[in-house]
């Protein structure tokens, strides 16, 4: 704002002095004293302090009162940028502000009327202007250090929050080591120490009681057995089923898709999934990235399927979205990537592109 305003009266100033130079009225010394005072009075507005502006306002609107009555008439016409500036220090109310730079026009002469009322109403629209939009400036950039601010506490929070989910994590993996560790001393630890006892009675009695002692080494057969199937018991119910695996990956893989893109895709499944092998979920995945990708690159699509059914003989993989589609399918490296996994397994993979777009994956398998 400081520079539009010196700009505007550098060019009054200009324009005050071209019509001194072409007036008939005579340029005394006093004359070039009063402008260098005035240029003086508005360069020490921008060096000092922003308090010390009102004084130094009304000092210049002294001295262009004082020129114009006693130097030279046509000075006047600088004063409405100066008044502009001391009454705005006090209101910001435009039209107060514009009824006291056209106040002078009660005591002007005729000739000078019309040409200071004309320069007061354009400085004053024009400085108005440019403290409006100073003033929405001013408010987008403070608007903009909040926002950033806020960035910054979010940022902050989100590794802290990332810390604590690390935490936590760890946390867990210690409580379930801790719980494991005390479920195979309590039923594992106690069933194999009993099971040692009993062989130890009965290598003691092989020689004196060979039947005491086959009979102890049945107990410690059973008692080892039962802690064998423990461990069994224990480590089936700590491994996660394969569907639960699948599936949850493929939800995660979902989640990481919709933050990157403006689309999140709806995910949908039948039949018994738990059929699906580890490497099939491979396979499924990798086409169904793969098919994703493609979609956000060409189809302009606004929403995206994925559904996986199991059917008798075949897992049934299908991605399609409601895009442009295309009459005629040109296969890339994408599809022919997609093409060769299925193959890999004895799959196939159809492409159809009359409806939207949609790449179906099948997979066959045997129900063991």
Not at 279 to 288: P, S
Not at 352 to 364: A, Q
Request: with cysteine; proline share 3%.
């Amino acid at each position: 704002m400081e520079f539009w305003t010196i700009i505007n009266k550098i060019v009054l100033m200009l324009y005050v002095i071209s019509l001194t130079y072409v007036s008939a009225a005579e340029i005394t010394p006093w004359y070039t004293l009063s402008v260098l005072l005035y240029l003086c009075l508005n360069i020490a507005v921008y060096i000092l302090k922003a308090n010390v502006m009102p004084l130094i306002s009304a000092l210049t609107v002294a001295l262009i009162a004082t020129v114009f009555v006693y130097v030279h008439p046509l000075l006047i016409l600088l004063l409405p940028v100066s008044l502009y500036e001391l009454v705005s220090y006090y209101s910001k109310r435009s039209v107060i502000v514009f009824l006291l730079m056209l106040a002078p026009c009660t005591f002007l002469p005729h000739d000078l009327l019309i040409e200071y009322g004309f320069i007061a109403l354009l400085s004053g629209a024009y400085l108005t202007l440019l403290r409006t939009y100073s003033g929405r400036i001013k408010s987008y950039r403070e608007e903009l250090e909040r926002m950033r601010g806020d960035l910054h506490q979010l940022t902050n929070r989100l590794h802290e929050n990332n810390d604590y989910i690390r935490q936590s994590e760890y946390m867990f993996k210690l409580e379930e080591r801790n719980r494991l560790s005390q479920e195979i001393h309590d039923s594992i630890g106690h069933s194999m120490t009993g099971a040692l006892i009993q062989m130890e009675a009965a290598k003691r009695l092989i020689t004196a009681d060979a039947e005491k002692s086959a009979e102890l080494l049945q107990n410690a057969i059973h008692i080892s057995k039962d802690g064998i199937e423990s461990i069994r018991l224990v480590l089936k119910n700590m491994k996660p089923p394969t569907e639960q695996l699948g599936i949850n990956r493929m939800r995660i893989f979902i989640d990481e898709f919709a933050a990157k893109h403006p689309i999140k895709p709806a995910f949908t499944y039948e039949g018994n999934v738990d059929l699906i092998s580890p490497f099939h979920w491979r396979i499924i995945q990798e086409n169904v990235k793969e098919a994703l990708t493609n979609t956000m690159k060409y189809s302009s699509a606004t929403a995206i399927s994925i559904h996986i059914q199991v059917l008798n003989t075949l897992i049934k993989a299908q991605v399609s979205d409601n895009g442009s589609g295309a009459s005629k399918v040109v296969k890339g490296l994408g599809i022919i990537g997609m093409e060769e996994r299925a193959a890999a397994v004895n799959g196939t993979v159809i492409v159809d592109g009359s409806r939207g777009f949609s790449v179906t994956t099948l997979i066959p398998y045997q129900d063991q």
